[in-house]
């Protein structure tokens, strides 16, 4: 069964850090492209950042460019998202979803993704 686990979310001031893991399990990591998306409350799902299976290649959205770094270590079966200088507007649910072994995610449905992890931005 295939599943995924984020950890790591939690209460930040503007202007912090915090970084999400995401633990992988019923399928090898490697194989797969990982993306980060966000649902922020009253609102749609939002991809936030991809990570490829090759040469670990990444894509940001507009709004966290600069900001977020997605990561990944097959050996662990985990990917992460380590975000610095968070803001008010980053506040929300949190995440990680399996994309397809050539391509990224389509926020579909019917693509794995893990129950999330809430990050607040506040003071």
């Known amino acids: 069964e295939v599943q995924l686990v984020e950890s790591g979310g939690g209460l930040v001031q503007p202007g912090g850090s915090l970084r999400l893991s995401c633990a992988a399990t019923g399928f090898a990591l490697r194989d797969f492209w990982m993306c980060w998306a966000r649902q922020a409350p009253g609102k749609g799902l939002e991809w936030v950042a991809t990570?490829?299976?090759?040469?670990?290649?990444?894509y940001y959205a507009v709004s966290v460019q600069g900001r977020f770094t997605i990561s990944r270590d097959n050996a662990k079966n985990t990917v992460y998202l380590q975000m610095n200088r968070l803001e008010p507007e980053d506040t929300a649910v949190y995440l990680c979803?399996?994309?397809?072994?050539?391509?990224?995610?389509?926020?579909?449905?019917?693509?794995?993704r893990g129950q999330g992890t809430q990050v607040t931005v506040s003071s």
């Open positions: 979803m399996r994309g397809a072994t050539d391509r990224g995610c389509s926020l579909s449905d019917d693509e794995p």
């Open positions: 990570i490829n299976r090759g040469d670990y290649a990444t």
